[in-house]
């Protein structure tokens, strides 16, 4: 993304009145996001520093503690520590949050895990003891899965073990209900608790990951390789030197894996996202924990001669507003633009207003609506203590 587009989208963000924001490295790397972290509270946020939880050899209790120092230091508003795969352990989460803790002073801690692994529950009751007290949770169906454990469940746990919890719950449940009651209209999955799989700590990919990996599969019926491919992930992300399983380090493993399995010949083909790994565009460190002989057989091709000397393109806000649309387009549809493309935006605008659903607590509301969309009728009387509606279509008439 082009740094004009970055601030604008931060200033307009602000503007909006948001002004906390969480701020990830993939490599946790704090040296390069110092500059950032100032440019983001000279706009007026706040910034969270996500320090991102990982399992290999070389992401041990000297590399969390020394992470833990190197976040301190650009002094954020808080740190939050971070599960992204659903990999800590009860045990493991005792460890580090106690290493954390030590480290960063008085900088408050925060916790965020995802569900993955079904243990995320656990793991937050154990931070809660360890006097973590922001603990990031969602709301069912959107939680559990691959998602925060539920703020109901959380609540109610911390609550049996003494803590006070400073949240209305009678106030989000209504929320709750609207959200199922459009996912089950509409078909979507209902958020549930996940079985404890070991082999996710093999390969580590993402759940959301896994899904969208094994649809790509269906599509070329070749869903039933998707296990050779996690195991190959497993194998590739050693030798790239174990990046943290996060966007976008996870996704060039995950597509690196399933070309060595479908070609059958390991690095024959690569990305050219493997390549500008190589070459350290998306990170420094990662030519330097790299398998020398992988990064070799990676880089000794023509196309890596031509991501060489490459640099990402960063276009000033003039002609970017040349680009898409000029004067007319807001600052807001101009950053949409530039992010998601000129195609999705198109596409949003031309599905006009967001649909409406009534409330569950409308049910009348909700039963008028749902007779006047049958077909086999076209006549619809509502009466109850001398009030008479009726809805009638006009057109044919066939009796109901």
Same mark, same amino acid.
Not at 109 to 136: K, M, Q, R, S
Not at 357 to 379: F, K, T, W
Not at 380 to 385: H, L, T, W
């Given at each position: 993304?082009?740094?004009?587009?970055?601030?604008?989208?931060?200033?307009?963000?602000?503007?909006?009145?948001?002004?906390?924001?969480?701020?990830?490295?993939?490599?946790?790397?704090?040296?390069?996001?110092?500059?950032?972290?100032?440019?983001?509270?000279?706009?007026?946020?706040? +910034?969270?520093?996500?320090?991102?939880?990982?399992? !290999?050899?070389?992401?041990?209790?000297?590399?969390?503690?020394?992470?833990?120092?190197?976040?301190?230091?650009?002094?954020?508003?808080?740190?939050?520590?971070?599960?992204?795969?659903?990999?800590?352990?009860?045990?493991?989460?005792?460890?580090? @949050?106690?290493?954390?803790?030590?480290?960063?002073?008085?900088?408050? /801690?925060?916790?965020?895990?995802?569900?993955?692994?079904?243990?995320?529950?656990?793991?937050? /009751?154990?931070?809660?003891?360890?006097?973590?007290?922001?603990?990031?949770?969602?709301?069912?169906?959107?939680?559990?899965?691959? !998602?925060?454990?539920?703020?109901?469940?959380?609540?109610?746990?911390?609550?049996? /073990?003494?803590?006070?919890?400073?949240?209305?719950?009678?106030?989000?449940?209504?929320?709750?209900?609207?959200?199922?009651?459009?996912?089950?209209?509409?078909?979507?999955?209902?958020?549930?608790?996940?079985?404890?799989?070991?082999?996710?700590?093999?390969?580590?990919?993402?759940?959301?990951?896994?899904?969208?990996?094994?649809?790509?599969?269906?599509?070329?019926?070749?869903?039933?390789?998707?296990?050779?491919?996690?195991?190959?992930?497993?194998? +590739?992300?050693?030798?790239?030197?174990?990046?943290?399983?996060?966007?976008?380090?996870?996704?060039?493993?995950? !597509?690196?894996?399933?070309?060595? +399995?479908?070609?059958?010949?390991?690095?024959?083909? +690569?990305?050219?996202?493997?390549?500008?790994?190589?070459?350290?565009?998306?990170?420094?460190?990662?030519?330097?924990?790299?398998?020398?002989?992988?990064?070799?057989?990676?880089?000794?091709?023509?196309?890596?001669?031509?991501?060489?000397?490459?640099?990402?393109?960063?276009? !000033?806000?003039?002609?970017?507003?040349?680009?898409?649309?000029?004067?007319? @387009?807001?600052?807001?549809?101009?950053?949409?633009?530039?992010?998601?493309?000129?195609?999705?935006?198109?596409?949003?605008?031309?599905?006009?207003?967001?649909?409406?659903?009534?409330? @569950?607590?409308?049910?009348? @509301?909700?039963?008028?609506?749902?007779?006047?969309?049958?077909?086999?009728?076209?006549?619809?009387?509502?009466?109850?203590?001398?009030?008479?509606?009726?809805?009638?279509?006009?057109?044919?008439?066939?009796?109901?």
């Amino acid at each position: 993304m082009p740094r004009s587009v970055r601030k604008l989208m931060i200033e307009r963000i602000v503007a909006h009145g948001i002004t906390l924001t969480r701020s990830s490295d993939p490599w946790n790397d704090y040296e390069a996001a110092v500059v950032e972290n100032q440019a983001l509270r000279e706009l007026g946020m706040d +910034v969270v520093v996500n320090i991102i939880y990982s399992v !290999s050899p070389r992401h041990n209790d000297e590399y969390y503690a020394e992470k833990a120092r190197q976040a301190a230091a650009i002094k954020p508003y808080r740190i939050c520590f971070k599960d992204v795969a659903g990999l800590l352990t009860p045990e493991r989460t005792r460890a580090l @949050v106690r290493l954390i803790k030590q480290n960063i002073g008085d900088i408050p /801690l925060e916790f965020h895990a995802h569900c993955n692994n079904g243990l995320a529950p656990f793991n937050y /009751l154990e931070a809660l003891e360890l006097g973590v007290n922001i603990l990031h949770t969602a709301i069912p169906p959107l939680a559990n899965g691959s !998602s925060q454990p539920s703020i109901f469940n959380i609540a109610a746990n911390a609550s049996a /073990l003494g803590y006070n919890i400073p949240v209305d719950l009678a106030e989000v449940r209504p929320v709750q209900q609207h959200f199922t009651d459009i996912a089950k209209r509409e078909g979507h999955p209902l958020g549930a608790p996940r079985e404890y799989d070991h082999a996710e700590y093999l390969h580590q990919v993402p759940g959301g990951m896994i899904s969208n990996l094994r649809h790509q599969l269906r599509t070329m019926g070749m869903e039933k390789r998707l296990p050779e491919i996690l195991e190959e992930a497993g194998r +590739v992300r050693a030798e790239f030197g174990y990046p943290i399983m996060v966007t976008p380090l996870a996704q060039f493993v995950g !597509s690196q894996a399933a070309i060595n +399995v479908i070609t059958g010949e390991r690095y024959h083909q +690569v990305t050219d996202q493997s390549i500008q790994y190589a070459l350290g565009h998306w990170g420094k460190e990662a030519p330097q924990v790299m398998d020398a002989n992988v990064k070799d057989k990676i880089l000794n091709r023509p196309r890596a001669k031509e991501w060489q000397k490459w640099s990402p393109p960063d276009p !000033s806000l003039r002609d970017l507003r040349r680009r898409f649309g000029g004067a007319r @387009v807001s600052d807001e549809e101009l950053v949409l633009r530039v992010i998601a493309g000129e195609a999705a935006v198109s596409a949003m605008l031309a599905a006009g207003a967001p649909k409406n659903y009534c409330s @569950v607590g409308q049910p009348l @509301v909700r039963l008028i609506a749902e007779l006047a969309a049958r077909s086999d009728c076209n006549r619809v009387y509502v009466e109850k203590e001398g009030l008479l509606l009726r809805m009638e279509k006009r057109g044919k008439r066939r009796g109901c």
